[in-house]
Every structure is written in structure tokens, then in C-alpha cells.
């Protein structure tokens, strides 16, 4: 009901809605058949559907590399997020990861779900890897012995100083932006990007997510995970888990703030890099991402519910994100439209409210200054569309015969 409901609030998600459901029922359709490549984007699409979609439209060689490098990442990441491994078992797994994905006989049992069974399954993994150019291996070889090191350097470590933030995020994040770079190189479809903006699309994404996931790895059984770091959370409370309670609100919101204008640093990068991208695919696959970013930036800042809850765009935005990004104009139009929906909510007495504004209006004025604002019709921000009682029946009967449609299991086709 609670879809129904936003499509009622939000009629005009409806199309984009509907088109992306149909690209995921397609794209599951488009599994290979061989075992070993069949497990792999079989689990891609679930340990990250949306991640999933967009590599479709990749070229098959750069998609393949490109699947095979996410589920090493997220199978090395299923270690260090495991806090049930000891630390003498999880260090030299983390150290060695980078051989083990040339061993076809290789698995080793942790993590929950669907990663429990990457984990356990991971030979195929390994044998697709086998498969790929050597070009390609070569680059996920290099990102994967250097974030295994990276990761467990942290392992024995705390997130200290905002230096120790940027090192790690740089590690677990930073180092998937170096890669995709490779990868984009090796295909011959894109010059090789720089390590600084390389790092930076990485950051951006990564610290967007610490942000956002701070109730979950705070609440972490048997053990938290901290990765705010305490050089701006101590200016607000004793303990990170203190910003949790409501009798520390004020401040909590306050340390958030602190930690979204410290993201927004990174913007910058970002922009330079897809403004450089000439391969549409890859542009997109990109982009995305990206203004995904912004977006949740923008709806956590200066919510509480960041530290009671899961805060996320609806379903609806994000499926017109995905639909509707195409090109530099697109990009630039969305940072736009949610930096200002952002600068909306800063409240002047917030500590850092100067130094926030600072950093939206180097945004908005690269936005502005990039001659393509025009050249787009904002769905982010707009009047509230007015619907008749008609539409919404009428909306409301086609997704009642498109669920039953699905439902009775037909195939579906875009």
C-alpha cells in the first residue's frame, strides 16, 4: 500500500515507475546460460538491483569486466563488514583476497543472505574472472590488493581525524573509482581520468552512504561499526552512538550537517569527470550514481530522521533519475535543482551554515555557468502537478491490471 500511495501522491512517477520495472524483468531475462556467468548476474541483480539495470547497457566485454569487479568488491567488503570474524582470521583474508580470485576452488563462509552466498558459491566468481581480458584483470587485480590492505589497515584502526576519513573512504571507495577508470581505459572507449577526480567519484558516493547508514552501523550486532569520524563528532557529543538519543537531537543534527557539507567538497570532481566522459553508456552509468548522491544528500541534511530511520529518495524519484539521465545538461540540471533544495534547508544558527552555503554556491554556480540549465525541464523541483479524481482512477485501474499482469507470471517486454 505504501507504493500505492506514493504513486497517488506522485502520479507523475507512475510512467518512469512502470518502465523501470519492466527493465529489471528484462534484464533478468537476459542472463547467461553458462553456470559460472549465470551465477554472477544472477547475484548482481540481488545484492544491487539498480546497479544491475545500468550496467545492461554497457557493451558486453566492459559489462562482464564490470560485473566481475563489483561482486570482488562486494565479496571483499562481505569480510570486512562480517564483525563476527576475528581479527586474526579477517586480516590476512582481506590481505590475500587480491590471489584468491585466481583460485577456482576458493570460498570462504560469511556474511547473511545473499552474500552468504557469494561468499560460499564464489568459485564462479573466480572462473568468470579467468574468463576476461588480461587487460581487465590486471586493473581488478590492482583495486582489490590495494583496498584489501586499505581495509585492513582499518581494521586495526579507528576513523580519528577527517584525514583518517578521507584515507579510508579512499580505500573501500576511492580505489573503485581508480578502477572503473582502468576498465573504462582498457576498453578504449575513454582517456584515462586522473587519481584525484577518480578518487573523488568514489568519496562522494561512499561518504553519502556513511551518512545516510549511520543508525544501521551504529546498531551493529555483535559489534558497531564507526566510521564517522571523531574529529567532527566530538565537537557535538561524548560518543558516536550518543547521537542516536533524542535528548541529543540539537546537536545531532547539527554533527550531520557537519558531515554533508564535508561531502559536498567533493562535487567539484565530480562534475569535471562526467563533463569528460564521451561514451554515452558510460556517462550513464556514471551519472546515476551520482545524482543519486546529491539527492539523499539533500534529503538528509538537517533531518533527524537520519538517526531514528532509513532515509531514502522515494522510488518513484529514482526511477525518473534512471530515466532520465542522458546527458551533461541532465547532470548538471539535477546537482542544480537539489543543491538549491538543499541551500533551502540550511538554517542560519547551524555552526557550519557559512562554510555550507559556501560549498552550494561553487555548485550552483559551476551549474549555472555550464550554459545548460536551459536545456532542461527540472523534475526535482516543480509546483505540486494537479490532478483530477479521473486520473488517479484512472492510474490506479492500469496499475491494479499491471499487477495482476505480473502476477499471473506472462512475460513481459519494454
Known amino acids: 500500500m505504501g507504493s500505492l500511495r506514493a504513486i497517488l501522491k506522485h502520479p507523475d512517477d507512475f510512467y518512469p515507475l512502470l518502465k523501470l520495472k519492466l527493465a529489471a524483468r528484462s534484464a533478468e531475462k537476459q542472463i547467461p ?17 539498480s546497479f544491475a539495470l545500468v550496467i545492461q547497457q554497457l557493451d558486453t566485454d566492459l559489462r562482464d569486466a564490470i560485473c566481475i569487479f563489483y561482486l570482488v568488491l562486494r565479496a571483499l567488503d562481505t569480510v570486512e563488514d562480517d564483525t563476527s570474524i576475528a581479527t586474526e582470521v579477517k586480516v590476512p583474508i582481506l590481505m590475500a583476497f587480491h ?14 543472505k545473499d552474500y552468504k552466498v557469494l561468499m560460499d558459491e564464489f568459485h564462479h566468481v573466480s572462473t568468470a574472472f579467468l574468463e576476461l581480458a588480461r587487460g581487465y584483470q590486471e586493473a581488478i587485480e590492482d583495486i582489490t590488493m590495494r583496498m584489501g590492505a586499505g581495509m585492513a589497515k582499518f581494521i586495526c584502526k579507528e576513523v580519528e ?20 577508470s582502468k576498465l573504462f581505459h582498457a576498453s578504449g572507449k575513454e582517456d584515462m581520468a586522473s587519481d584525484a577526480i577518480s578518487n573523488s567519484m568514489g568519496l562522494f558516493l561512499q561518504k553519502t552512504n556513511i551518512i545516510r547508514d549511520y543508525l544501521e552501523d551504529i546498531n551493529e550486532i555483535p559489534k558497531s561499526r ?15 552512538e550518543d547521537l542516536k538519543y533524542e535528548e541529543n537531537s540539537v546537536k545531532a543534527v547539527q554533527c550531520l550537517n ?19 566522459l564521451r561514451d554515452p553508456a558510460i556517462f550513464r552509468f556514471c551519472a546515476i550514481p551520482q545524482i543519486m ?20 529518495l522515494r522510488r518513484g524519484l529514482t526511477a525518473k533519475v534512471i530515466d532520465r539521465t542522458k546527458t551533461i545538461s541532465d547532470v548538471y540540471g539535477a546537482f542544480y535543482d537539489f543543491s538549491r533544495m538543499l541551500k533551502s534547508k540550511v538554517d542560519d544558527n547551524d555552526p557550519n551554515a557559512k562554510k555550507t552555503k559556501e560549498r552550494l554556491e561553487v555548485i550552483l554556480k559551476l551549474c549555472r555557468d555550464s550554459g545548460t540549465l536551459n536545456q532542461r525541464k527540472s523534475y526535482i523541483i516543480r509546483s505540486n502537478p494537479q490532478y483530477n479524481s479521473t486520473t488517479i482512477i484512472v492510474i490506479f485501474i492500469i496499475l491494479a491490471i499491471l499487477l495482476a499482469y505480473m502476477s499471473a507470471g506472462r512475460p513481459a517486454y519494454i
Open 33 to 49: 546460460a553458462e553456470p559460472h556467468w549465470g551465477f554472477c548476474y544472477s547475484m548482481l541483480h540481488k545484492v544491487s538491483r
Open 99 to 112: 590471489q584468491h580470485i585466481y583460485d577456482r576452488e576458493w570460498h570462504f563462509a560469511c556474511g547473511t
Open 161 to 180: 581525524t577527517v584525514d583518517d576519513y578521507d584515507e579510508y573512504c579512499h580505500y573501500v571507495a576511492g580505489l573503485v573509482g581508480l578502477g572503473l
Open 226 to 240: 564507526m566510521f564517522w569520524p571523531r574529529q567532527i563528532w566530538s565537537k557535538y557529543v561524548n560518543k558516536l
Open 258 to 276: 557537519d558531515m554533508v557539507t564535508n561531502a559536498l567538497k567533493h562535487v567539484e570532481d565530480c562534475l569535471k569527470y562526467m563533463s569528460d
Open 293 to 312: 548522491a546529491i539527492g539523499t544528500l539533500a534529503l538528509c541534511y538537517n533531518n533527524i530522521e537520519v538517526f531514528r530511520g532509513v532515509v531514502k
